[in-house]
């Protein structure tokens, strides 16, 4: 790593976590530049909390969500079915359901 990278990243430790402090350093505008950019983090976050569940499934949020939906082959007879977000490269369980009729 750079020097200019590795003392961005001692500056941002020693603000913990605070982007106002960032504009009272007397530091160059791009070396702020530089800093400020630690502060934004590239993924976020869509799995819901266990509280907002039900809103999150009925509404669709504003980003792109890829879900997939699995059926337990453990029991045929019941047609269970499992709805996972998928998030970072793994499942997240959302919704546990069963097949009520058939269309025909």
Do not use: W
Not at 8 to 32: C, D, E, F, H, W
Not at 70 to 77: G, N, P, S, T, Y
Request: some cysteine.
């Amino acid at each position: 790593a750079s020097l200019q990278l590795l003392c961005s990243l001692q500056v941002y430790n020693r603000l913990s976590g605070s982007l106002r402090q960032l504009a009272t350093l007397p530091l160059p505008q791009r070396i702020q530049q530089l800093v400020s950019k630690l502060f934004t983090h590239t993924i976020r976050c869509c799995v819901p909390e266990g509280s907002g569940l039900r809103d999150f499934v009925s509404r669709a949020p504003k980003v792109r969500l890829h879900c997939t939906m699995l059926r337990h082959e453990d029991d045929i007879a019941a047609n269970c079915y499992t709805l996972y977000l998928e998030y970072l490269g793994g499942l997240v369980p959302l919704l546990k359901g069963k097949r009520t009729s058939k269309l025909k």
